[in-house]
């Protein structure tokens, strides 16, 4: 486990007991996350419970086991769209794919989306790869798997089914090759879904998830999921991802996250702004 500061951060020690109660349930170590944004997320539960502090909202959440989910939910910030950042995909298709490809000819391409919230993220990087692959006439092996830590979010990710709002990125082709408009949603056909592989995994644990059995990915995206920690738990992680890549593989962070400078004398940068990092040692 890794700890933090957020004990010192605290004038009682009410917030700390309902983060242990969370841990005790579910696993997960909201203190390595920013306290701010935590206090904010759980102002939601508090005026959504109608209770007054977190001591009495600790003792609605003991009494009401169903509000767990709601907390968790509350507590994990899911948003994501089809290809966010479209440079980024942009720039995977024309230069990061066919170099690793050359790279790694006959081996079974890895790719871990590191939380992948509802599935756009990994779905993603599907389409991209089915397409690269048809077009440039290959049949590699591929496995994606996306992981977090809200069961829900998984749960919704394996349905695929999406509101127009995530797919303003998707362009119309695509859209019409890989979705199915039906009762004002798209849903992802199976051709795509099933090149996805979903599991719940918490990257502070610091470990590659068990159902991915590989522990050297060719490809990893961790994008809008450190923002949310504190800096020391983002170093740790990153420090953890990166011995999961094979070399001249890439690890790609979101547009506001940092690679620290330590980590760099392994990395460079794939293509400049698109916060994809190849690993070069
Ligand atoms: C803002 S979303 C980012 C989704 C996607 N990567 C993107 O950039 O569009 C952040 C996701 O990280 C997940 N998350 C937060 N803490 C996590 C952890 N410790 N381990 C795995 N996933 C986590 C949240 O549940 C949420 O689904």
């Given at each position: 486990m890794i700890t933090t500061g957020f004990d010192h951060d605290i004038t009682a020690g009410s917030l700390h007991a309902l983060m242990e109660h969370v841990r005790g349930l579910r696993g997960i170590d909201f203190t390595v996350y920013k306290p701010g944004t935590i206090r904010r997320r759980l102002q939601l539960r508090l005026a959504a419970t109608g209770m007054p502090d977190y001591a009495s909202y600790h003792k609605y959440l003991i009494e009401n086991p169903g509000e767990m989910d709601a907390l968790i939910d509350s507590l994990t910030i899911k948003v994501s769209y089809f290809f966010r950042n479209p440079f980024v995909f942009e720039a995977l298709h024309e230069f990061v794919l066919p170099e690793i490809m050359d790279a790694f000819k006959d081996d079974t391409l890895r790719i871990w989306c590191a939380g992948c919230a509802t599935g756009e993220e990994?779905?993603?990087?599907?389409?991209?790869?089915?397409?690269?692959?048809?077009?440039?006439a290959i049949s590699p092996k591929v496995f994606i798997i996306g992981t977090d830590i809200d069961?829900?979010?998984l749960k919704d990710a394996e349905k695929a089914l999406y509101s127009a709002d995530s797919l303003s990125e998707v362009k119309k082709g695509c859209l019409d090759r890989h979705f199915t408009f039906k009762d004002g949603l798209y849903r992802l056909d199976e051709e795509i879904r099933s090149?996805?592989?979903?599991?719940?995994?918490?990257?502070?644990?610091l470990s590659p998830p068990r159902e991915g059995i590989f522990s050297d990915y060719h490809l990893i995206f961790c994008r809008n999921v450190l923002i949310y920690f504190e800096q020391d738990t983002c170093k740790k992680v990153l420090n953890s991802l990166s011995g999961f890549i094979l070399q001249s593989g890439c690890l790609a962070l979101g547009e506001a996250e940092a690679m620290p400078p330590e980590l760099m004398n392994d990395f460079e940068e794939a293509l400049r702004k698109t916060k994809l990092f190849r690993r070069v040692k």
């Open positions: 990994p779905y993603s990087l599907a389409i991209l790869l089915k397409e690269f692959i048809k077009k440039e069961r829900q979010a090149m996805v592989t979903f599991a719940y995994h918490d990257v502070t644990d």
